[in-house]
């Protein structure tokens, strides 16, 4: 499951670590990478044996964008020939943030446009205190609705915050990507991998079923228009959790004194 600018490891028996690989230009997307994303993200959608997934960038920079080598004769592109382009970019980050398996980004340097849109499609950032987040389209002259950011961000930061980012184009450091909530905490550089390993294989020894099901009512509750639709959505997702054998087993395990042991969902 590996290529050489997209590698795919299995870290321990449940969690892959999936690194954007080229390091020479700070790991920037191609059409070509995204590609390989969009492949590799299907099918670990449909491997039961991953229980986490952790996305980083080698040599210490998560993601300086889209290579803009690749922007080349973008402008010339017919207007529907570009947005097929544009969509099959996109295809990437809707395969990310549709896995059922818990995502976490582990940003370090650079976390640039597209690359800021892969990161913002995990479910959980932690981030390396050189950490540098930067919604860049506006600076090619792009709009910054670009790779889900336009629908990611604002729903993580808050409408205000999301277009101060988007419609200057300024960079944010670790600090203020905590404090705006961007990411989830800040570790020291040479711990960030290994904190965000530790925490997906935290996440991949409670049940599968249990995990995939929370995580989509939280997502689809975050756009709930009431309080009585989303009560309603939690009832049916408890509904599939408690028919789980994994309920059982996690109580058979904490009468045992000992670690439960959850099947594939």
Known sequence: MSSPTVLAERIGADVMLVTLNRPHRKNALTDGMLAELEALFGRVAEDTSVRAVVLHGADGAFCSGFDLDGMEGMTSMPPFELQRRMERQAAAVRALHGLPQAVIAAVAGPCIGAGLSLALAADIRLAAPDARCRAAFVRVGLSGGDLGASWLLPRIVGLGSALDLMLSGRTATAEEAFDLRLVNRVVPGDALLQEALALAADIAAN??????????????????????????????AQVVTAKSADVDEAVAAFREGRPPRFPGR
Request: net charge neutral; glycine share 4%; no cysteine.
């Open 207 to 236: 049940s599968p079923v249990a995990v995939a099901v929370t995580k989509a009512v939280v997502h689809a509750n975050a756009g709930a228009p009431s309080l009585a639709d989303a009560l309603t959505r939690e009832a049916a």
